[in-house]
Structure formats: structure tokens, C-alpha cells
């Protein structure tokens, strides 16, 4: 095998031990006490077997009809798919038992594709395994490496290449060069980390609720924004909130008209991927958190529907437990303990949004969120 | 010349010279005109008849690799199709195709683009299909190859190098993957990359500038799904290519490694030869894959994006899922528990997400890329390796990928732990209880239960090439007692050889502390935990028979047989017989459990 072998500690082989001295297969039999060897010997390759098709005419015309079948039933395939392409449009549907209702096109051009494929793959196996020479042939290997005087020359070649170019004499050359090299990628390294997006500035802690919009270099000033249905971009009466209920709910401003789609913030999704809150009615004595109760209305709160874990929102409401569950990984917030977390992989409460209602009996909000939803970032507490 | 009446042809030099062949057809003719013209000026003949002659090994589990390459391609091919169609592009537009519940809806011009190609493309969806069920099969079969090259030895020496290449192709599969679903900016896959935006925000200092760098602004933006159309088709497939080009051509150079069996050794190759038998097989199953993947395409639906609706960040459906092979870092951080986020001086480090999105990927890649190494060095094998291990001829080895499947699967099946409270009926906080604890208990028991599994596989093969086979036939003795008569030959059989052929294995010895001087050896220390982790991989190592110890068994007839190498103390017995009369049995004592060196 390999010139470098030599008996290693540890290696798969035997130490010199009660099985006597370590042999193997490369290195032929040690005869030892007993004169038996120390390892079986490779019994070599068995005898070929011959095939009936090998043996018998009939078999292999038997063979060569099956493997024309198969070819042919491609063919057909083939020709299938282009008639049924022309012939079946793409709004018909067909019922397959074991599927349901389903797209006719669809399931007529795979069907067919896939038995032009199959025909050809089966067919060409079963060529090769009834016709083609099933006696297995023997290469030799060779040790990966290359022989010794080949990477002496390798060694010298660039160890000439380098005499040659005077690069160890020439010292300077060797260092700028190295310099050079070492800093060539830095423009292109540069451009693309440098203006593959701006900075965030302070815009991960702001939403809408600031008073508009809220993206980075934008610093919206308070004021009372109504809490508005999402997608319908109505307002909220306080007496429309009932116990058991939950809105989906936008800051007023930030949703288009539902009908005319006009209006409404120009970064849309960027604004309603913070600013998106839930509004939810308890039985005010359930409440277990006095500053919830403060920054509610008469048992109406609102918390951001932006889960503390990643960012998914919090779809999942349960109205007899009050528990709001995230269904992307679980976490699971108790609104009637100002929406800590009860299980799960999020560790922060829900932000709570404080409420109260104008002069004409809308919600509004009363202040910011205190804090930056969502997922958690490093500077988040800064 | 000649005067010789009849015909000669031109090029026999004597008479009754019969022409070397028959002369090629027309068409051989025409061919070989044409690969002579292109010989004429590249000399491909030679490399091109080397190639055609080269030899290849055949075994239904490397068939895994061929199924992984051939999904590939399909995904190549399909891709291409499908970026006739499809627009790269987050820009709004009101939707007017023919799927009418969706009609009016504002949405992303690439979410338009596809339900165009669901809809209103003419076999478009058959197309989409195919990508999709190419992709999912592409990694579940480079998945299972990893675990065919993992569990056989394959990856040993000289083919470290191509494991290594494979693991940075199993990594860069996943993420391409993840790249295209998310490029229909559906309302499931958008969910998936605001849960990706989430993550990199984790990453400490620089985690909101990156998710600002990565999506071109604030969440979700319009620059992320040009970005990830660039990377899905150009980036990542020209390093995926180019690192396959390497895989293959390193097996073609390497040649392929082979099981052991009679005639089968460490030098040698023993197959069928590219031509013809190879090519037709090969060639062959390509077709047959995508005819499979055709046929899935055609009867089962996958990722029906029409179903989810476009991208909204408030909105969310219940039981949102990723494809399946981002399903165990989706896992991970279902299990991880809040609590281990940990504020400081204002800054937050979010312990209860970074190991689960940002470390456990490139964590489980890395370790996977370096497990050669790590094995080489315990057991200091410089040796070439061509011939596969049976995977019970590697206990250890073979307990340790057990566990890593099992950690991964715990991953896995957590993920998937609402629709199985949903299904099953249970309470989700229990499920996840249970997979937190079997994330750490499990796979220390599934590394147990395996190796002892080698080990009494091991145990069986030395006992049928000692004791022969048992027959079934039951004999009562004159005083009453039952054998089962075994079938015995005092020579090996050749379906036997695949029983003795590994190699015997022991752990290396701690060489002296001191020198002949006694000075303490530097070294010392590290071969002193080198050897703790030989004792570890081959303590308990129970070896081939040797012809010594058949010889043994046959000669001593009815007397006691270690089936264990003579060293071990306390051998599980048995009592045999040779091949005399009367008691032509074996009776097999319920004796104490095998002991341990």
C-alpha cells in the first residue's frame, strides 16, 4: 500500500498482543504458531453465474421485447404529453380517486412526462441488467500520492521559480507585495458591506404610534393616534370593544382607504411590521397588574401583536384563559398578567400600549410604546 | 508483385489475410469522422477511452449519491424554466390572473408572478412542482449519502477531502433551499424570513445593522427578494456547482470504494465498466428519478402558495412550518427557554435564540467536517482506506452518528411539536418538556443501545463462522436434553470471508511516563488522553476469528468455546460439538453477559 505505512500505535491493527504479531492484508501471510496463518485468506472472486439471456435465445428475445416495450410506452408518453398540452385547458379540473379534485392540465402533463421518463429509465436498466455483460471487471488501484521524486521536483521547481525571481533577495518587494495583495480586496469588501443598507439609527425602538412614520432618520413627534380595524380602517368605539373580543388593530394614518386602496403610510409593510396591536376586553378584577389596568380603558388593553421572540406575529387567542400564543415557536403570553410570558422560548412581556378615549368616544393611544417591540437586539435597552 | 489470380484486399500483406474487422457502416463512418475531427484537435480519445473503460462498484446505497446529483439537476433545469417567468421583484401590483379568490388583492409582483405560473402558464405549475419536490428530494438523498459515507467509513483516508466538500454542499443545499421558498413572498414563506430577520437581529453589537445590510432597510423592505432571486440563482448554484465539479471528479480520481467481499480487497476495484453496463444504469436511473419526481408532481401537491396569500407582517397562519430540513433549527428554538436571555448595562444577549439560528448550523456542519480528524487522530491511521466498513465493525462509530441522528431528529420533531399536540391530542407544553429533556437523554441511550447492537452483531458473526449455522433441527439426546443441530465446516466458506475480513482492532497502550533518565516525557498528558479515547472507541472491540481460533473450535469438539477472543474473562460460552454422531449439537448455556476488558 503506501510507502509511508509503518505499524502505528493505535491502529487498526492488532499490537503486538496474545494474537501474536500484527499482519495485514497487504502484506501477505506470517505463518505463525501452528503453522496457521494469522488471517483468513481472501477467497477471490466467486464464479460468474450465467444469465438465462446469456444461455438461452428465447430468454434474451423474451429480454430485448421487454426493454423495447418499455422504450415504446416512452414514446407514447412523450406524444401524450403533446396532445394533452393542446388539448386541456387550464381550467378544467378532473376528480382522481386517492387526490381529489384537481387541476386536469396538471395531472395529465406530469402523468405523462413522468412515463416518458420512467419508460426510458426502466428500459435501459433492464437492457443493462438482462443484456449487457454482467461479468464484474477487476482495476487495480494505485497509492493517491505521487512518487517521492515527483514532489522533490514540485519542491524545486518552486523553490527555483523563487530563487529565479529573486523574491527572497529582494526583500521589499516581497513585503509591498504582500501588502498589496493583502489589502487589493478591500474597496470591493467595502462597497458591498457599506451600502447594502443604511443605518437603523434608533428606528428599531419607534413605531407609528410615535405619531407617523417611524423608519430610520425619522423622528415623528407624539400625538393621540385612534386605534383603527385592520384591514378596515375604522375607528373604535370603547362600548364596541365586548368582553371575549379582539381587534386587529393599526395606528389612524397608517392603512390605506380599504376601498379606493389611496392614502395611508408610503412604507406600508416596514410600518405595519412594528406597529401592529392587539385590542382585547377582560373582566377588569382578572387583571392582575395595576399599571395594566392604568394604561387601559375600562378593561379594553392593547398590546403589541409583535412577538418578543423573533417577530412572528401573535396570532393565537384564547378567550377563556386570556393566553395569546405565538405559532411560530410557542411562546405563550397571560394578558391578565400584562402579557408576561407563561411558556415558551420568548423571554420579554408583550409592550403594552396606553390607551384612553377621545372627546368622541374613540380609542386612542395615550402615549408611545415605552419600549422597542419585537424581537430582542443588542443596543434595545439603550 | 503477385501473381496470384484472385482478389487480395489492399491491406492484407499475404495471402489468406482475412481484413481485422468487417468495415464500419456508414454511419460508424460519419460518427468516427466526427469524434476523429474533434480528436484531431483536442486528443480527447485518450481520457475519453479511460474513462469509458473505468470501472465502478455497484451497491444499492450508492445509489443515494446518484439521486442527489440528479435532483440537482433537475432543479437546474427546472429553475431555469421557471425564471422565464417568474419577477424578482417585492414592487406592489393589483393582482388580475385567472385565480379568482385573490383577484384585487394587492401584493408583491413576485407573489403575482407566481400564481401566473400556477394558473396561467401552461404546465407552469407542473414545473413549479417538480422544482420543489427536486429540491426536497436533493436533500433528503444527500442527506441519507452522508450516512451511507458516514457509517461505512468512507470518508477515512484519502477521501477527507470530499467529506469535507460534501458537508459544505449539505450546508449550502439547505440554504439555497431556504432562499427559493422564500422568494414567492408568501404570507408563509414572509413569516419565515421575519423569523430570519429576528435571528440575525440577535447577533451581538452588530445584529440590527445586518438586518438593515441584509434586507436593504427595515423589515421586510423591497430589496430582500431581488437579493435572495441573486443568491438562489446565481450565487449559491456557481459555489453548489463548482463544489460538486470537485466532489465527482475527486471520486472519479480517488475511484469509488467498494464493500468488502470474496475477491474485493483494498487494491482493487471490482464493477461494471462505464461502458456499457455504467452508462445505461446510470443514465438510466437519472430518468427514472425524474420520472419519479414527475409522477410526485403530478399527484401530490407541494407549497400551494395560492392558499397562503401574499406576504403581510401582521397576519399569520397557525401551524406555519419550514421545509423539512430547516425544521431542526426551527426545533431548536421551540425548545430553548426564555430565561436565557440576559440583559447588562443596557445591552441585551438573547441566549434563548443565537444558539438555536445563528450557532447550530454552522456548529453542526463544522462538527460534521471535522469528524475525520477526529477519528484519524484517535486512532492514528495513516493508511489509505477503499474497502467500507460494516457499520457493526465500527461500534463506536457507529453508536456516535446514531446519537447525532438522534440529537438532530429530537431537533427535528420538535419543530413540528404544534401539529402534534394538534394531531395527537396533547398539551403542547408537555411535548415541549419532553423533547428539551430527550435532547440530552436521548442520544447518550441511543449511543448505548447501538454500540451493544454492534457488539452482539459482532458477537453472532464470530459464532456462526466458530459454531456454523444453525440448521433448526432440534436433537434429543439418549438422557433427554434438546441441541439444535449446527451446520459446521473446518473450513471458511466464501460467503464466510465477509464475516473475517475487518481487521482486528485494540486500543493503543500508554507508552512509559518517564525515560530511561526519568525526566517526564512532555507528551505525557496528550497521550495520555489519547489513550482514554482509543480505550474509549476500542475497549471493548470484539474481533474477527482467526484461522487459529477456528481450528480451536473444530479441534476441541464438544468442549467449551469462547466466542470472545481468549482475553476476555468472562465469556458468554457456548458448548459445541464437532462433527460427531451422537452429540452433533450446540447448546447455548444462558451463561453471564460478555465481559468487559
Known sequence: ?382 | MSTDTTARPADALREGDTPAQAPPSGAARRIGGLAGWVDDRTGAAKPVGYLMKKVFPDHWSFMLGEIAMYSMIICLLTGAFLTFWFIPSAGQTVYDGSFVPLRGVSMSEAYASTLNISFDIKGGLIIRQIHHWAALMFIVALVVHMFRVFFTGAFRKPREINWVIGSVLALLAIIEGFAGYSLPDDLLSGTGLRAMAGFVQTAPVIGSYLVFAIFGGPFPGEMIIPRLYSAHILLIPAILIGLFTAHIGLVFVQKHTQFPGPGRTNENVVGYPVMPVYAAKAGGFFFIVFGIIAMMAATVQINPVWAYGPYDPSPVTAGSQPDWYMGFADGALRLLPGWLEVTAFGFTLSLNIMPGALILLPAVYLLLGAYPFVERWVTGDTREHHLLQRPRNAPVRTGIGMAAITAYSVLLFASGNDIMAIKLGMSINDLTQFFRIGFFVLPPIMFWVTKRICLSLQRRDRDTVLHGRETGTIVRTPDGRFFERHETSTELTPEQWILVQHEPVAPIEIEPNVDENGVERKAHRKDRRRARWSRFYFADAVNPVTPAELAAAQHHGAEHEAIEPSASGGARSIESSSTGEAAAAAEVESGEPAGRH
Request: some cysteine; glycine content about 10%; overall charge negative.
Open chain 1, 1 to 382: 500500500m503506501n510507502e509511508q505505512d509503518t505499524t502505528h500505535p493505535g491502529s487498526e491493527v492488532a499490537p503486538p498482543s496474545e494474537h501474536g504479531t500484527a499482519v495485514r492484508l497487504d502484506q501477505g501471510h506470517v505463518v505463525g504458531d501452528g503453522g496457521l496463518p494469522e488471517r483468513f485468506t481472501n477467497p477471490g472472486l466467486p464464479a460468474h453465474v450465467a444469465r438465462m439471456a446469456d444461455l438461452d435465445e428465447s430468454a434474451a428475445r423474451r429480454a430485448e421485447k421487454q426493454v423495447a416495450t418499455l422504450f415504446g410506452i416512452s414514446i407514447l408518453g412523450t406524444l401524450a404529453f403533446i396532445v394533452c398540452y393542446f388539448a386541456i385547458s387550464l381550467e378544467t379540473t378532473i376528480f382522481v380517486p386517492g387526490i381529489g379534485e384537481t387541476s386536469a392540465s396538471n395531472f395529465a402533463l406530469g402523468v405523462t412526462m413522468a412515463l416518458g421518463l420512467l419508460g426510458i429509465g426502466f428500459g435501459a436498466v433492464h437492457w443493462a441488467k438482462t443484456l449487457m455483460p454482467d461479468e464484474e471487471v477487476v482495476e487495480e488501484r494505485h497509492p493517491m500520492r505521487a512518487s517521492d521524486e515527483s514532489r522533490q521536483q514540485v519542491v524545486e521547481t518552486l523553490k527555483e521559480g523563487g530563487a529565479s525571481s529573486q523574491i527572497t533577495r529582494r526583500p521589499m518587494i516581497k513585503y509591498t507585495l504582500g501588502g498589496a495583495l493583502g489589502l487589493f480586496a478591500l474597496p470591493l469588501v467595502l462597497q458591498v458591506a457599506g451600502s447594502l443598507g443604511p443605518m437603523p439609527q434608533k428606528s428599531n425602538s419607534k413605531t407609528f404610534w410615535n405619531g407617523g412614520p417611524s423608519g430610520p432618520g425619522q423622528d415623528p413627534t407624539f400625538k393621540p393616534l385612534r386605534l383603527m380595524r385592520d384591514p378596515e380602517n375604522t375607528p373604535i368605539k370603547a362600548e364596541d370593544v365586548t368582553i371575549g373580543s379582539v381587534f386587529h388593530v393599526m395606528p389612524e394614518g397608517l392603512l390605506p382607504d380599504p376601498v379606493t386602496g389611496t392614502g395611508g403610510t408610503p412604507n406600508l409593510l416596514e410600518e405595519k411590521a412594528k406597529a401592529a396591536v392587539l385590542l382585547m376586553r377582560l373582566d377588569e378584577n382578572i387583571i392582575k397588574s395595576q399599571k395594566q389596568r392604568d394604561w387601559g380603558y375600562d378593561g379594553i388593553v392593547a398590546y403589541s401583536k409583535i412577538c418578543t421572540h423573533v417577530g412572528c406575529p401573535v396570532g393565537l387567542y384564547e378567550q377563556q384563559t386570556h393566553h395569546l400564543l405565538c405559532p411560530c415557536h410557542q411562546s405563550t403570553f397571560d394578558v391578565t398578567q400584562d402579557a408576561k410570558v407563561i411558556f415558551g422560548p420568548a423571554k420579554r412581556a408583550l409592550p403594552q400600549l396606553q390607551i384612553t378615549v377621545d372627546g368622541e368616544g374613540y380609542l386612542v393611544s395615550a402615549a408611545p410604546f415605552h419600549e422597542a417591540v419585537g424581537p430582542s437586539f443588542w443596543e434595545r435597552g439603550r
